[in-house]
């Protein structure tokens, strides 16, 4: 903890509780797993100050993080909240039952969409987010090591410049609803078959609600067959997303967002 940096009221709070560093993820933070608790620290952003937003508005709706600690110095941001127990919906014990699991995404998803958005602080419309996209574009951090293989080269886009140019002449009408912004399966704990938590807010808000059946279409697509090491199921087919939702799928919008989400 010593060579962490961290503000002084934090580091008082904290003592000397043994943790460990969460390698799951792709978000570019730091995040530090005690018993009860979970500090992120990440770079003060849209997206970090989203999270603490969205974790404070969603507490009395939805199975989230308490924040217990919040604050923003030299440039970083501070998050320390409490730790949701429980697996996650990529761990074997969830994904060894598929039909029991696709329908929990199913159910939480409808949840989502029906909780009341007049008063949601977080908006993310196409505009805001091709924003922060064309931020990512000009300054050369989009991680081209965890993209779709289709996505660039010979039979995709030239460059994450292009295909924002893409996006920017091919944005959908928005179907507003309250949005985990990335529904995938390690950002969603179960235990005893319930819903546990949701964590990884900085991307909630009010969007188009393909913006999460896009997401966890991939996920659930990747996860089952294998990509990320683990057993592969053969039989499974991600489309059974569709069925428990009762929609058909809008392959055009599933395709938009989840090329948007290349860039962050």
């Keep these: 903890m010593q060579s962490i940096p961290l503000p002084q009221e934090l580091r008082n709070i904290l003592g000397n509780s043994p943790f460990h560093v969460d390698s799951v ?10 018993d009860d608790r979970v500090l ?10 989203a999270e603490y937003a969205m974790m404070t508005w969603m507490s009395d709706k939805l199975p989230v993080p308490e924040c217990l600690y919040h604050a923003v110095e030299n440039g970083l941001d501070y998050l320390l909240m409490s730790r949701i127990h429980g697996a996650m919906a990529c761990s074997e014990s969830n994904m060894q039952t598929p039909e029991i699991l696709v329908q929990n995404l199913a159910d939480i998803l409808r949840s989502l969409w029906q909780i009341d958005i007049s008063d949601c602080p977080v908006i993310w419309s196409p505009d805001s987010k091709l924003s922060l996209a064309q931020t990512a574009v000009e300054r050369g951090t989009v991680d081209l090591e965890n993209v779709e293989p289709s996505t660039f080269g010979p039979d995709g886009f030239q460059s994450p410049r292009h295909l924002l140019t893409w996006l920017a002449s091919h944005k959908p009408e928005l179907d507003p609803v309250l949005t985990h912004g990335d529904f995938c399966l390690p950002n969603i704990f179960f235990e005893n078959g319930k819903l546990s938590g949701l964590i990884d807010l900085g991307r909630s808000g009010v969007a188009d609600r393909w913006v999460d059946i896009a997401i966890c279409y991939r996920s659930l697509r990747d996860n089952y067959s294998g990509v990320y090491g683990g057993r ?3 039989d499974f087919n991600p489309s059974s997303l569709f069925t428990a939702l009762g929609i058909e799928p809008d392959w055009e919008k599933i395709r938009y967002y989840l090329l948007l989400d290349e860039l962050f």
Excluded: C, R
């Design 25 to 34: 993820g792709l978000s570019g933070s730091h995040v530090l797993l005690f």
């Design 232 to 234: 592969a199921y053969p």
């Design 40 to 49: 992120k620290i990440q770079t003060d952003s849209p997206e970090s100050k």
